[in-house]
């Protein structure tokens, strides 16, 4: 899986499909939200107002807005409650929801908007680990004939990049360098586990 970091507007990102960060309760009547509502003419604001999407933790959306003001044919919304409790776990959580429910529906190129105050380095390591996280099959070697779905490359929109993209540049490589770190020291003993001998 090749990840990358990216400034570019949501609304620009190339990818097969967009998952972002909801709040609890949040109205669309700001920032990114605002303008991914305009750009799907007002289909966010729809399902909020019906009360059909609540943005409570773990609570998911998803639609095709193939041919609207979107370059990403797909668009995943994910509850991530409350924004105060919005902290690493939780990053790492929606950007694992992320990868998992978008495999499923077998999207190649994915774009995660975590919408977060975090620095670069430190939101690269949550979304990386928890979309690494979110792709382990813990079922792999027990389960026969089964189709095999990748993930081939997940942008990361952070939104708000220092001055410099040559800073951003090197606080996403060291965030994503660290990450992968980590989720190794977390999935290799699941997978060591589950290895049939």
């Known amino acids: 899986m090749e990840v ?40 966010i604001s729809r399902v909020i107002q ?5 943005g409570k933790a773990g609570e998911t959306a998803y639609f095709h ?4 003001g979107l370059r990403a044919r797909r668009l995943l919304l994910i509850g991530c409650g409350d924004r105060d409790g919005y902290k690493a776990a939780q990053i790492s959580q929606m950007a694992g929801t992320a990868t998992r429910f978008l495999r499923s529906k077998n ?11 975090a620095g670069i380095e430190k939101t690269a390591q949550n979304v990386i680990v928890g979309a690494i996280m979110g792709l382990f099959e813990p079922d ?8 095999e779905r990748k993930l081939e490359s997940s942008p990361t929109v952070h939104g708000r990049l220092p001055g410099s993209s040559a800073l951003a540049s090197t606080c996403w490589t060291k965030g994503r360098w660290k990450s992968w770190g980590w989720a190794l020291c977390l999935v290799f003993p699941a997978v060591l586990m589950n290895h049939q001998s």
């Open 4 to 43: 990358i970091g990216s400034s570019q507007s949501s609304k620009q990102v190339d990818a097969q499909a967009l998952a972002v960060a909801v709040f609890k309760d949040e109205k669309v009547n700001e920032g990114v939200l605002q303008t991914l509502d305009e750009a799907v003419d007002g289909l």
């Open 50 to 54: 019906s009360e059909g999407f609540a």
């Open 65 to 68: 807005v193939m041919g609207k």
């Open 107 to 117: 999207a190649k190129a994915i774009a995660i908007v975590p919408r977060t105050d």
């Open 140 to 147: 792999k070697y027990r389960t026969q004939d089964k189709e």
